[in-house]
């Protein structure tokens, strides 16, 4: 699918690329998570032009992506070799470190975003709950929304 580009009509305005929630949530299953850091590196230069002050930053989605990729690597490897319980037990308890920073970073990161977007419209309703439980999707869905509206 083309991604098309919407823009605002105010001036300086973020331009925000127009997904569809659906292909974002596939991309994000298809890649075992991966997209999801990438969504936010692709996407931090617009956010980050709605408020200097509070910036999505490069260091955390790039971390989450580096350690997500590892972790995918290491679960395709373990799928085609053998290697020892212990080992497998180590990476085991490894991958679920990287899952729980990971999954702590893009929920922190949904919020500034949704924030971002909320202080640069305040008419946008959002919903703590769903940013919360989809992160990039529910983002994405309030990106669609509220650029496709105008």
């Known amino acids: 699918m083309e991604q098309q580009k919407i823009v605002a009509d105010q001036t300086d305005t973020p331009e925000f690329k127009s997904t569809p929630v659906i292909v974002t949530i596939l991309l994000s299953l298809i890649t075992m998570g991966i997209y999801m850091p990438y969504w936010f590196l692709t996407r931090r ?19 989450v992506l ?15 070799l053998p290697f020892s ?3 497998v037990a180590t990476i085991d308890g490894l991958d679920r470190i990287i899952t729980f920073y990971g999954v702590t970073v893009m929920v922190i990161l949904s919020f500034r975003a949704v ?17 919360f439980f989809f992160t990039i999707w529910y ?4 990106i669609n929304k509220h650029f496709t509206s105008r």
Do not use: R
């Open 139 to 142: 983002v994405q869905y309030k």
């Open 85 to 87: 319980e212990g080992f």
């Open 115 to 131: 924030s971002l977007l909320k202080s640069y419209d305040s008419s946008i309703p959002v919903s703590k709950l769903a940013t």
């Open 45 to 63: 230069k617009e956010l980050n032009k709605i408020d200097p002050e509070k910036k999505v930053s490069f260091e955390f989605p790039l971390s």
């Open 66 to 80: 580096i350690l997500y990729s590892l972790s995918a690597l290491f679960t395709v490897l373990y799928l085609i």
